[in-house]
């Protein structure tokens, strides 16, 4: 009997620091348990609640799970037996050690000794702070647990007026500081003045809006960032083709010079060889025709020794026939053509070569430079805008059948007459897309009359058949939507609506680089309405919308001829 309870006290001892109060953090005394789950002391939590009075709500001390209005505490009754327990199977041991104070901590100002305690809470009555040893009489004596406790953020010093010695409690918005309540009928009299837990909520207020604001932009720098890595990558993609391109067109080019040079060889070899066979005919006919003329020359040289008259003469007539030498191909006084024409030729070529090469190749250091993440930034003003201004032109083979175009086909209004069937045409929404393709800065404004504009910008795939979609039911369009009392911006089905509206003219900026699409109201002031960050795969066109009934009147739709 005795080695189980040795064995149970031993299993409680294991678990007590289960059953602890989060606040006096020592044994739960009465446990109750909150609508949150946690437990505490009822003393413990009520203390904390009844400083809470004054909100109207109440909070988990460990949670901060808020409740309206105060819940009624209900003892947890087998909690409270496992705690008994606990205090029978021995001497209660603190749960934790308390901390030490640091360099950097609030010391509890009742601790005796060289090494003071961590100050957990600050009474702003007693004006003094307490480790969790020495704030148990604050939870438990009556008079003491009317005072007024906060954590411990900095030390009490300096919450005091050094001129009046007394708390601070009020904020001077003249000055813009928080005084005591002497320095209000002394050197800030006449002032602004507030409680600061007034100044606090408002600045609060403040706060979430800077910080609402500071996790806008830094969700905005964290799509920069992503856009970099991708151009990054991007970069790193191309460059690698772009060598691989440079280097098979270096090869093309070598491979082509070296296949002329052995085709010159191989001409010069061949040409040789014609003009040494030739020689060569010639020189054996030669040499033939110096046998038979030096054989004449003996015959008539033996002639001159002959006495015979009648005989020398019959026999010289013979001879004189057989003595014409016959005609050669052959011209020595000629002058001789050489192979050096074909080497001036080839040196024409390498000249001709060399001039090309020095006409171009200063454009590709400098197209290689021009690759680079500085991008100038988005223009602000109207005039910084109209410098990227786009002559366009509508399409007159997109156009719905029953939208006309006119006005050099900048302007498109309803028609009961249809256009023919096209395969481009849109066949289903009011809708028109430019002949332009778009892939650098530009700019161009649209003026409207109807009971809604879309002002969009779409890829050349865009649905265009019978059950197509309208602009922006899809991903491969982007489009701001205006109306009289409605402007959103839409894509991929997704609707998001914007503050406000807008006026009959809208101005487009499109940063394809740069994946930035940017929707103005104009000409002045110039209002942005909306912006968009994405990336473009391929070419845009700029594209316009109506919607309208057709008993409406001066419906229409134009591009702003500002070029």
Request: hydrophobic residues 35%; charged residues 30%.
């Amino acid at each position: 009997m005795a080695a189980e309870k040795q064995e149970e006290r031993q299993g409680f001892d294991l678990d007590k620091d289960r059953f602890c109060c989060s606040v006096c953090l020592d044994l739960l005394k009465e446990p109750v348990a909150i609508p949150c789950g946690h437990s505490y002391c009822r003393r413990c939590i009520e203390d904390c609640w009844d400083q809470e009075d004054k909100k109207g709500r109440y909070s988990c001390p460990q949670c901060r799970d808020t409740f309206s209005p105060r819940p009624v505490l209900k003892k947890n009754t087998m909690l409270a037996e496992v705690v008994e327990k606990l205090k029978r199977s021995g001497p209660q041991q603190p749960s934790a050690p308390l901390a030490r104070a640091g360099p950097h901590d609030v010391a509890c100002d009742f601790c005796s000794g060289a090494g003071p305690n961590k100050a957990a809470m600050s009474c702003l009555t007693c004006m003094a702070s307490y480790c969790p040893a020495h704030l148990e009489p604050h939870r438990r004596v009556p008079v003491l647990k009317k005072h007024e406790l906060v954590s411990v953020t900095i030390p009490l010093r300096e919450k005091m007026c050094e001129k009046h010695n007394k708390l601070v409690e009020v904020y001077c918005r003249t000055d813009r500081e928080c005084i005591c309540h002497l320095c209000v009928i002394d050197e800030h009299k006449g002032h602004k003045t507030l409680s600061v837990s007034r100044q606090k909520a408002e600045t609060e207020q403040r706060l979430l809006s800077s910080r609402k604001e500071v996790q806008a932009r830094v969700k905005q720098r964290e799509a920069e960032l992503q856009r970099l890595s991708r151009a990054e990558h991007d970069v790193t993609v191309q460059a690698k083709a772009a060598m691989e391109d440079c280097d098979r067109i270096f090869a093309e080019m070598i491979t082509s010079a070296q296949r002329r040079r052995g085709k010159v060889k191989q001409l010069i070899g061949d040409q040789q060889k014609k003009v040494v066979a030739q020689a060569e005919e010639l020189r054996l006919q030669l040499q033939e025709d110096v046998s038979k003329l030096r054989g004449r020359d003996a015959e008539l040289g033996r002639l001159l020794h002959v006495d015979d008259h009648v005989h020398f003469i019959q026999s010289f007539q013979s001879l004189s026939t057989l003595c014409d030498s016959p005609n050669f191909s052959f011209d020595a006084a000629a002058p001789l053509r050489s192979f050096g024409d074909v080497t001036e030729c080839v040196s024409e070529l390498r000249c001709k070569s060399e001039t090309v090469l020095k006409d171009t190749w200063p454009r590709i250091p400098a197209t290689v430079s021009y690759v680079d993440f500085s991008l100038p930034p988005a223009p602000t003003s109207r005039e910084g805008l109209l410098s990227y201004r786009r002559p366009l032109t509508l399409d007159g083979n997109t156009n719905y059948p029953y939208l006309h175009l006119i006005s050099d086909n900048l302007r498109v209004r309803p028609s009961p007459s249809a256009y023919a069937a096209h395969p481009d045409r849109f066949a289903r929404w009011p809708q028109v897309l430019c002949r332009e393709a778009l892939s650098k800065r530009c700019y161009w404004e649209v003026e409207w009359h109807a009971r809604t504009l879309s002002a969009a910008v779409a890829y050349k795939d865009v649905s265009r058949s019978a059950d197509g979609s309208r602009f922006s039911d899809d991903d491969k369009s982007w489009s701001l939507e205006c109306g009289t009392e409605k402007l959103l911006f839409r894509h991929n089905d997704v609707e998001t609506r914007l503050p406000g509206s807008c006026s009959k003219r809208v101005g487009v900026f499109l940063d394809y680089e740069a994946g930035s699409l940017c929707f103005y109201q104009v000409p002045e002031p110039v209002v942005l309405l909306h912006k968009v960050h994405t990336t473009f795969t391929r070419p845009l066109y700029a594209g316009l919308g109506l919607d309208y009934e057709w008993y409406d009147v001066g419906v229409f739709a134009q591009l702003v001829k500002l070029w």
